[in-house]
Nanobody, 121 residues
Framework: VQLQAYGGGLVQAGGSLRLSCAASGAIVSVNNMGWYRRIPGMSRALVVSITSDGNTNYADSVKGRFTISRDNAKNTVYLQMNSLKQEDTDVYYC????????????????WGQGTQVTVSS
Protein backbone atom coordinates (compact mmCIF):
# COMPACT_ATOMS: atom_id res chain seq x y z
CA VAL A 1 0.00 0.00 0.00
CA GLN A 2 1.25 3.46 -0.86
CA LEU A 3 -0.05 6.83 0.21
CA GLN A 4 0.77 9.77 -2.04
CA ALA A 5 0.23 13.26 -0.68
CA TYR A 6 -0.14 16.44 -2.72
CA GLY A 7 -0.81 20.10 -2.19
CA GLY A 8 1.68 21.56 0.26
CA GLY A 9 3.38 24.84 -0.42
CA LEU A 10 3.98 28.41 0.62
CA VAL A 11 1.10 30.72 1.42
CA GLN A 12 0.64 34.02 3.19
CA ALA A 13 -1.08 34.17 6.55
CA GLY A 14 -4.82 34.20 6.08
CA GLY A 15 -4.57 32.18 2.89
CA SER A 16 -5.69 28.68 2.02
CA LEU A 17 -4.21 25.40 0.91
CA ARG A 18 -5.78 22.08 0.01
CA LEU A 19 -3.95 18.86 0.72
CA SER A 20 -4.91 15.53 -0.74
CA CYS A 21 -3.68 12.01 -0.12
CA ALA A 22 -4.52 8.94 -2.15
CA ALA A 23 -4.03 5.34 -1.03
CA SER A 24 -3.27 2.70 -3.62
CA GLY A 25 -2.30 -0.95 -3.72
CA ALA A 26 -3.88 -4.26 -2.74
CA ILE A 27 -6.58 -2.55 -0.68
CA VAL A 28 -9.61 -4.38 0.60
CA SER A 29 -10.91 -1.69 2.92
CA VAL A 30 -9.86 1.66 4.37
CA ASN A 31 -11.01 2.62 7.83
CA ASN A 32 -9.74 5.81 9.48
CA MET A 33 -7.80 8.37 7.45
CA GLY A 34 -6.32 11.64 8.50
CA TRP A 35 -3.44 14.02 8.94
CA TYR A 36 -0.72 14.47 11.51
CA ARG A 37 1.87 17.18 11.78
CA ARG A 38 5.43 17.03 12.96
CA ILE A 39 6.08 19.02 16.09
CA PRO A 40 9.82 19.78 16.54
CA GLY A 41 11.18 17.80 19.45
CA MET A 42 8.00 15.76 19.74
CA SER A 43 6.32 12.87 18.05
CA ARG A 44 3.70 13.56 15.44
CA ALA A 45 0.53 15.31 16.61
CA LEU A 46 -2.94 14.62 15.27
CA VAL A 47 -4.42 17.40 13.17
CA VAL A 48 -7.65 15.70 12.16
CA SER A 49 -9.03 12.25 11.42
CA ILE A 50 -12.10 10.93 9.67
CA THR A 51 -13.75 7.54 9.88
CA SER A 52 -15.09 5.62 6.92
CA ASP A 53 -18.61 6.86 7.70
CA GLY A 54 -17.55 10.46 8.04
CA ASN A 55 -17.09 11.08 11.74
CA THR A 56 -14.34 13.59 12.36
CA ASN A 57 -11.97 14.49 15.16
CA TYR A 58 -10.18 17.84 14.96
CA ALA A 59 -7.37 19.22 17.05
CA ASP A 60 -8.58 22.30 18.93
CA SER A 61 -6.05 24.48 17.15
CA VAL A 62 -7.62 23.90 13.73
CA LYS A 63 -11.33 23.73 14.53
CA GLY A 64 -13.29 26.14 12.39
CA ARG A 65 -10.39 26.64 9.97
CA PHE A 66 -9.59 23.20 8.58
CA THR A 67 -12.03 20.78 6.99
CA ILE A 68 -11.35 17.13 6.29
CA SER A 69 -13.24 15.10 3.74
CA ARG A 70 -12.78 11.83 1.91
CA ASP A 71 -13.77 10.05 -1.25
CA ASN A 72 -14.16 6.39 -0.34
CA ALA A 73 -14.39 5.30 -3.96
CA LYS A 74 -10.97 6.82 -4.61
CA ASN A 75 -9.44 5.96 -1.20
CA THR A 76 -8.52 9.62 -0.97
CA VAL A 77 -8.59 12.07 1.92
CA TYR A 78 -8.56 15.85 1.58
CA LEU A 79 -7.68 18.64 3.97
CA GLN A 80 -8.95 22.13 3.21
CA MET A 81 -6.86 24.56 5.23
CA ASN A 82 -8.31 28.06 5.53
CA SER A 83 -7.30 31.11 7.54
CA LEU A 84 -3.79 29.75 7.80
CA LYS A 85 -1.54 31.05 10.55
CA GLN A 86 2.23 31.07 10.83
CA GLU A 87 1.97 28.49 13.60
CA ASP A 88 0.43 26.07 11.09
CA THR A 89 3.82 25.88 9.39
CA ASP A 90 4.97 22.28 9.57
CA VAL A 91 5.35 19.02 7.69
CA TYR A 92 1.97 17.28 7.38
CA TYR A 93 1.67 13.51 7.10
CA CYS A 94 -1.38 11.65 5.90
CA UNK A 95 -2.25 8.21 7.15
CA UNK A 96 -4.78 5.50 6.47
CA UNK A 97 -5.79 2.37 8.35
CA UNK A 98 -5.94 -0.24 5.62
CA UNK A 99 -6.88 -3.90 5.33
CA UNK A 100 -5.23 -5.59 2.38
CA UNK A 101 -5.61 -8.85 0.55
CA UNK A 102 -2.61 -10.10 2.51
CA UNK A 103 -3.56 -8.98 6.01
CA UNK A 104 -6.43 -11.36 6.75
CA UNK A 105 -8.77 -8.37 7.05
CA UNK A 106 -6.70 -6.83 9.81
CA UNK A 107 -6.06 -3.11 9.63
CA UNK A 108 -2.70 -1.46 9.95
CA UNK A 109 -1.63 2.14 9.56
CA UNK A 110 0.18 3.33 6.47
CA TRP A 111 1.80 6.73 6.11
CA GLY A 112 2.37 9.07 3.23
CA GLN A 113 5.48 11.11 2.68
CA GLY A 114 5.34 14.42 4.47
CA THR A 115 4.24 17.51 2.65
CA GLN A 116 5.58 20.90 3.72
CA VAL A 117 3.15 23.68 4.56
CA THR A 118 4.77 27.07 5.10
CA VAL A 119 2.76 30.10 6.15
CA SER A 120 4.50 33.45 5.85
CA SER A 121 3.62 36.70 7.57
Amino acid sequence: VQLQAYGGGLVQAGGSLRLSCAASGAIVSVNNMGWYRRIPGMSRALVVSITSDGNTNYADSVKGRFTISRDNAKNTVYLQMNSLKQEDTDVYYCYADVATYYSSNRYRSYWGQGTQVTVSS
